[in-house]
């Protein structure tokens, strides 16, 4: 077989089912829902549905907390990554991998064959499959 037909693509990684909030909501109420489900990300929808932001927890301490900012007082929207990079679950893995490393992100939402949000994929699950990989080459 072709070195790309035994690679794994981002959906057989099962990127995790992420927690979805609309883009309008305060900050605070973020941190909580976040908190409550022990995520580290939220993707943010328009009201039509579309991925409109994604917010980490990374981001609020960076963009909220050392900026002393009020999360009972500011939207998220102003606070989240406005139009995040999205990868396709077809997508080889290890390109999502190169993505990530390349732009510096710990998240990436992932999209569907119908184009709709199905998971967020995360560089630790990246990273432990290409560790996985590079045992059996050496083993």
Do not use: W
């Amino acid at each position: 077989p072709k070195p790309q037909e035994n690679m794994k693509t981002v959906m057989s990684l099962r990127p995790k089912r992420p927690l979805t909030l609309p883009h309008d909501v305060l900050v605070i109420h973020v941190i909580e829902s976040m908190a409550s489900k022990r995520t580290d990300a939220c993707i943010l929808l328009s009201p039509e549905g579309s991925i409109s932001g994604i917010v980490t927890d990374n981001d609020l301490t960076r963009r909220v907390i050392a900026k002393d900012i009020d999360p009972y007082r500011t939207y998220i929207d102003e606070v989240m990554t406005s139009k995040p990079t999205c990868i396709s679950g077809e997508m080889p893995a290890i390109e999502a991998l190169g993505i990530m490393v390349e732009r510096k992100f710990r998240h990436l939402p992932v999209r569907g064959a119908d184009g709709c949000l199905s998971g967020i994929l995360d560089i630790a699950t990246c990273l432990y499959e290409a560790i996985g990989r590079l045992e059996k080459v050496v083993a």
